[in-house]
DNA sequence: AGCACTCACTGAACCGGTAAAGTCGCAATT
DNA sequence: AATTGCGACTTTACCGGTTCAGTGAGTGCT
């Protein structure tokens, strides 16, 4: 990108029309001590008439800070889209970073590798004062590329997966548990979970709170199924859940997220069940959609935008020298709607 | 943010390495003619060696190139999470700015006016190379900012609205015609559209080509309805327009994108119309949610993907110096699925 | 041999700021 | 009167690259 011919204004041009040297005016704009009242609002005078504004470029360089958060995402382009979740995110991530005029440089990529080298190469650049972390895997390169370097960072998701770093997190696992007790609650003894990518920690969580809470509870039938998080896989999972026959079929399905529950209630539809009667579902991730739908979809909501802010917080937390530590954030909780009822009394599909 | 304490390796601990000066190193890294091959590799083996990688702040700084493009999204944050669109069309724009490894500067903001305080300032601070401008309205402040700056800039949207900018667009009116035309063709007469925000140009672009091609079509009942895209939005205004008595409702209804369309379909079937029998929907922007829903939904659907894609391409053009032009690309197309179908033979609701 | 010319590379200026050390006038202290 | 201290600036040295005017060795030509 070459530059365009734009009569740049520099600090030095505040300085002269000032009477001052570059100096004060560095002082002004960034309120310090050791200039008059007067002087300083003959600075500003210029600068306004001016129309002049920091180089953000320069002043990173010479050595204080780096407004910019860095974000790399890596989930397939098309899930993204699809997902509410990340644009909530972001836009919370964003509200706060904009208070403090801050910006997000965002990218996707196709591997936690590679978002390493993206991260490397924006903190070498001097691109980043900072960045976020999310989606952490078995065996993710992240954290230690992030050490290594001595990045600030904070890390989106528990503890146990983010290698130490700062984070902050939702209590996945007692949502899981107050799931299928809800579920358990509400009479259901067979239930299925369509998770997301098996390679996910998050979803190894909650499986594992599956599991136990399916024991814990002495479920009559308990199911998982792994997906990519996708609206087809969510629908192929349900297919294949609801083909058994009504003694080997779950009652209720928990999906984790809401595209997938939202498939999920076609295929029952297209199967000739009905919801809530003849198996309920309940979505993750409760968004806009899930009220969008006949049934309306029961979830587990969270505030997405809220969690965004308080990872920008965390990260600034960080930044500042505050020590990294576990932030968790409220727990989601139980929103019932339409899509989740006691399991009625046994229909044939072809008797509805 | 203040700087962390980490041992930074610069060019000139390359070129020392390298035995070589600064310019040499420089020479090399940008691919520049004057170096000998055997210096270029002791070069690059000592950057190797050293884990180096050139500042970029300083690169900018020192004159040439920015590698980053800035993007503004002036939309609630709560419907931006759920509008696939904008992450999808963010992914396009970042599989071309990847090729070329830029970055992509987000921010979201509340109004035209805050987006162009925005790029001023990014710009100004030698943030950004470029920007991409979405969302134009009447009166759109960005254009004329963007000009007296200099800014090179590409326009999503009509080049009626984008002010001379360079602009890529889909063409929209003869979209919406071929919608109305195939509805028609269907056998309908009475068809509705609900439509986005009527400040935003493209809406008004879609509102009279929809207007012309009723008139043209001599269709029997054709109404309009403003929203805000909002999954509610879409709600209200389908429930607004089926509570006519059936002569005065309209039999086919055509949304301004696929969450209001998804939302339509709820409350046709809480009003106990059948679709496609009752009346016939048809979404805009159609994204994986169009295939979840049952009936699925018939939508006018273009390459989202494709068009960030195009958008960033005409970007590296404007900076590029290749002038200011208006890059058409393909027309959404229709693709017909369940929700679509001939007007059924009258039946009350109750009749259902 | 002498001259012009290219090639490979160096050195220094510069981009637009920040930050630490230095200068200077003046009031308070001793 | 000399010393100290302090407030208000200025000077200067970077930050980490790019760029461009040299420089000196090597080659080709006459």
Redesign the pocket.
Known sequence: MTATPLP?V???DVAARAG?????V??A??HKP???EA?RDRIFQAARELG?A??LT??T????RVDVVGLAICRPARLLGLEPFYMEFVSGVESVLTERSCSLLLRLVRSAQEEAVVLESWWRGRQIGGAILVDFRDDDPRAAAVRRLGIPAVAVGHPSLTGGLASVWTDDATAVTEAVRYLAALGHRRIARVGGAAALGHTSIRTAAFDEAAASLKLAGAWQVATDFSGDAGARATRSLLTAAPPDRPTAIVYDNDIMAVAGLSVAAEMGLRVPADVSLLAWDDSQLCRLTRPTLSAMSHDVHGFGAEVARTLFGVIAGEGDGSHPVATPVLTPRGSTAPPGPRVSPAGV
């Open positions: 740049r520099t600090i030095k001052v040297s570059k100096g004060a560095s002082l704009f960034n050791g200039l008059s002087t002049w920091p180089n320069a002043r360089l010479a050595g204080s």
